[in-house]
């Protein structure tokens, strides 16, 4: 049995104006408080972050950002630094989401290179990997994903990644309604462990939690959390209802 804690996040996207923001988080502050089996985040728009950690001060529910830039300030016309995303109260980054590679052309590199900034900011990232249809029709889902992890984990230190979150998302699940199956996403969360384990050794691949993405919902979370490999889970849609994120972080009880 592991003994990592579960680890559900929620991924807001570009939804959710400031009151809005406000009515969501406290309508799952409760349950939230009453989950000691799992860390729970939100990861809001960067304009509702602030609404957001006021809400969420002094209780259990951490918040996150969607992005941010590498730098620390600089001619960066409309980007957020690590330092700036600190200042807020966040604690942790979303970095890598496969939107912003498809969407907005990121490579491994640009990727990694905002990763390593936030261990600067005591921030701690969350690396989504994952593989499109056509690289799963192909038999390359695993080239894929290892290449992400390889490059998007160049040059991080074990102690750093023992801080650090993976999520693995299908980017043929991501918003489509489609899950893999239990079996396929603990294939995959399995073939991460053992990159991890290659690359910083068992100690710390043991420790690493390994969240799924994609069209997590309360009908598939529990026998999602029941794999040995799933940690938690990645939510986007679900995560701007209470009726639907609420069962999710509850899929124990």
């Known amino acids: 049995m592991s003994s990592r804690k579960a680890f559900i996040a929620g991924n807001w996207k570009m939804n959710q104006l400031q ?4 009515d969501l988080v406290n309508a799952i502050l409760p349950a939230v408080a009453g989950t000691d089996y799992c860390d729970v985040a939100v990861c809001p728009p960067f304009l509702s972050i602030p609404t957001v950690t006021n809400l969420a001060r002094g209780t259990k529910l951490a918040v996150g950002a969607q992005n941010c830039h590498f730098e620390e300030s600089g001619a960066f016309t409309g980007e957020v630094s690590p330092a700036m995303i600190r ?3 966040c604690t942790y980054v979303i970095v890598g989401h496969s939107e912003r590679r498809h969407k907005f052309g990121e490579s491994d590199e640009f990727i990694n290179k ?3 900034s936030l261990y600067k900011y005591q921030l701690k990232p969350i690396l989504c990997v994952g593989e499109t249809l056509e690289e799963r029709e192909a038999g390359k889902l695993e080239q894929v994903v290892e290449n992400q992890i390889r490059k998007g984990l160049m040059s991080v230190p074990g102690e750093k990644m023992m801080q650090t979150t993976i999520a693995y998302e299908p980017v043929w699940a991501i918003g489509t ?3 893999a199956s239990p079996e396929q996403a603990e294939e995959m ?3 991460i462990r053992g990159l991890l384990k290659e690359f910083f050794g068992e100690e710390v691949a043991e420790a690493v939690r390994i969240q799924y993405g994609g069209s997590v919902k309360p009908a598939n979370v529990k026998e999602l959390m029941s ?3 799933i940690d938690g889970a990645l939510v986007g849609g679900a995560s ?3 009726e639907a994120f609420i069962p999710i972080i509850q899929f124990k009880d």
């Open 19 to 22: 009151g809005e923001a406000a």
């Open 114 to 116: 905002k990763l390593l």
């Open 177 to 179: 309604g489609k899950t």
């Open 87 to 89: 200042e807020t109260g």
């Open 227 to 229: 794999q040995p490999d």
């Open 189 to 191: 969360h399995a073939f």
């Open 240 to 242: 701007l209802k209470p």
